[in-house]
Nanobody, 115 residues
């Protein structure tokens, strides 16, 4: 059974940084593509960015230059480094992957950007 567990969320002041982690189990990690999503309060879930099995990344325009996705295949972990955080980045952040046509989500981790 594929499981994804996110961690690293918390409350931070505007301009601050956080690094989220997503640990995967039950899958061959190094061939998986991973997405980070977020769901702001009262809004729909939105794609933040993606990292492929080869390490290529892509981001939504509002986070480009501030967020970086990386992976450590030895640790079965995907990271989301978030810098220059803004109040509008407040959301529950989820990681997602797909295996054999099925999508798997973590439980999410709350990020709150507030002074």
């Amino acid at each position: 059974q594929v499981q994804l567990v996110e961690s690293g969320g918390g409350q931070v002041q505007p301009g601050g940084s956080l690094r989220l982690s997503c640990v995967a189990s039950g899958m061959i990690f190094n061939i998986g593509d991973f997405d980070w999503y977020r769901q702001p309060p009262g809004n729909q879930r939105e794609l933040v960015g993606t990292i492929t099995s080869g390490g290529a990344t892509g981001y939504r325009s509002s986070v480009k230059g501030r967020f970086t996705i990386s992976r450590d295949n030895a640790k079965n972990t995907v990271y989301l480094q978030m810098n220059s955080l803004k109040p509008e980045d407040t959301a529950v952040y989820f990681c997602k992957t797909g295996v054999s046509g099925a999508g798997y989500w973590g439980q999410g981790t709350q990020v709150t950007v507030s002074s």
